[in-house]
């Protein structure tokens, strides 16, 4: 089983939302976590209520500062995806292992205020949703570092969802 750390600066959206994703699409495959340079107090509440909307149970959802998955008693991550382009910018800590990094760029939600933020969290669910999907497509337990790092960033440069499964399914094969 892979661990996977997700981060996003205020770790109360998208990184939320990718958690949640990885945990049920790749339970088995894949731990996810998530975690922020500079989190806020709690997860947005669009957040929770999309994935309460989408059968999630949202108790065990919280902010949560990155260095907890840098320090001593840590679990081991494999895999750490960037999802807010200021998180990919940021120095992060040094993580235990030198796991994989990958950058999936995802527009924030939590930016937009108003009738359009619901959809806009929808939005950001359904393309981190795609490239989940396209994640559990490789066979990544097999991959070498370098080989998984060029698939998961494939992955987060495509905008459509066939084209990050049709990108990831040929780097499997290719």
């Known amino acids: 089983m892979k661990n996977i750390l997700v981060l996003c600066t205020g770790n109360s959206a998208r990184s939320i939302l990718c958690e949640a994703l990885l945990n049920r ?3 088995g495959r894949i731990r996810a976590f998530s975690a ?9 509440p669009a957040a929770l209520s999309l994935l309460a909307a989408e059968g999630y149970d ?4 919280a902010s949560k500062k990155w260095d907890v998955f840098a ?9 750490v995806i960037t999802v807010c382009d200021n998180a990919a910018g940021e ?8 796991p994989v990094s990958a950058h999936w760029g995802i527009a924030d939600p939590a930016a937009i205020e108003g009738e359009g933020q619901s959809e806009a969290f929808r939005s950001a669910y359904r393309q981190l949703s795609q490239r989940v999907q396209a994640l559990l ?4 337990e097999g ?10 960033n494939r992955i987060g440069a495509q905008s459509d969802g066939a084209t990050d499964l049709a990108q990831a399914k040929g780097a499997e094969h290719g």
Not at 71 to 79: N, Q
């Open 25 to 27: 699409l790749g339970a």
């Open 36 to 44: 922020g340079s500079d989190p806020k107090a709690s997860p947005h």
């Open 58 to 61: 949202t108790a065990g959802f």
């Open 71 to 79: 320090g001593e008693g840590a679990p081991k991550m494999d895999i």
């Open 91 to 98: 120095s992060c800590p040094v993580w235990p292992g030198a």
């Open 137 to 140: 497509a490789l066979k990544f």
């Open 143 to 152: 991959m070498e570092a370098e080989e998984l790092k060029a698939a998961l």
